[in-house]
């Protein structure tokens, strides 16, 4: 399995659309792409407007081909291109080596 991690800021005035947008792309990419296992958003810190994401893929290609030639991607960037902070992007790819989870 091939896991991301990334972590953001957001600028202030763009918090509400931002949210509705990543939102939007966890459940669609969850929903629609067989390659996407799982899609979590985590708010890092409310007041510095941190949030961060982990997501798992079946492999790299479902990320990087299926994943981000979806529609639903295309609209998640238009909106991250104006609410994120310039440069706070830091995208973290690998290999998933050990998930133990509860029953």
């Not at 509400?16 to 810190?45: H, K, P």
């Amino acid at each position: 399995m091939f896991s991301v991690w990334v972590t953001v800021e957001v600028q202030e005035q763009y918090v509400s659309e931002f949210l509705a947008a990543i939102t939007e792309n966890a459940e669609s990419s969850v929903r629609d792409e067989v390659g996407c296992l799982s899609f979590d958003v985590i708010e890092i810190d409310r007041e510095a407007r941190q949030y961060g994401f982990y997501e798992i893929y079946r492999d790299e290609v479902a990320f990087t081909l299926e994943h981000r030639r979806a529609a639903h991607y295309a609209t998640w960037k238009d909106v991250a291109a104006r609410a994120l902070v310039p440069g706070s992007q830091v995208i973290t790819t690998g290999d998933r080596f050990v998930a133990i989870t509860s029953r």
